[in-house]
């Protein structure tokens, strides 16, 4: 019987497994018995805590899920004006701590498990929803209705740039993604001015 209260230790101790043990062996050479090795807990405990290795990829996507949205939220806290705002969000989506190797494996890997599983496609469009919302709530001020294609446009991006980032060929650091990101809204950003 595991001790009491370790069941959220035990919990995030075996997210942050599935993430590495999905960066190191992709999402289909993963079982529960790899991430519980990796855990340092048996098989039986990951499966009394998870139930099954869905359930287990399902937690460590709202798990990753709520990382973004709180260095999100942080840094959107201290953001003063819209510009900056949108800034926060992109800054966010390429801090070092949520565009590290294993987190861009995972994130890749939910995006193809989205294809077939709803869990994973549900949760996904949630993202995206608030993604998109968030930035259409910043930059309407700054570019009216163009804003819903903007914010299309800016999520699209970082769907790219992380895309990038997986592909040895084509790795940017954080801080050339998030200059490519910065010159894109600032091109956009005077062509409206422009007009």
């Known amino acids: 019987m595991p001790k009491r209260g370790m069941q959220p230790i035990r919990q995030r101790e075996l997210i942050l497994a599935a993430v590495e043990a999905i960066h190191e062996r992709g999402l289909n050479g993963v079982t529960m018995g790899d991430i519980a090795k990796r855990a340092g807990v048996s098989p039986a405990l990951a499966h009394h805590y998870f139930g099954s290795k869905d359930e287990l990829l399902s937690a460590t996507m709202r798990h990753l899920l709520g990382e973004f949205a709180l260095a999100a939220r942080r840094r959107l806290a201290v953001a003063g004006d819209p510009r900056a705002r949108v800034d926060a969000i992109l800054e966010a989506s390429f801090a070092p701590d949520q565009f590290s190797p294993a987190l861009i494996s995972t994130?890749?890997?939910?995006?193809?498990?989205?294809?077939?599983?709803?869990?994973?496609?549900?949760?996904?469009?949630?993202?995206?929803?608030?993604?998109?919302?968030?930035?259409?709530?910043?930059l309407r001020p700054l570019v009216g209705d163009g804003a819903v294609a903007f914010a299309r446009g800016i999520a699209a991006m970082i769907d790219g740039l992380w895309l990038h980032a997986a592909l040895p060929t084509l790795h940017r650091s954080p801080d050339e993604a998030l200059g490519i990101l910065r010159d894109y809204v600032d091109g956009r950003l005077a062509a409206v001015a422009l007009s």
């Open 107 to 138: 994130w890749l890997a939910f995006y193809m498990q989205s294809v077939h599983d709803k869990a994973a496609a549900r949760l996904l469009a949630i993202y995206l929803k608030r993604l998109e919302a968030n930035l259409r709530h910043d």
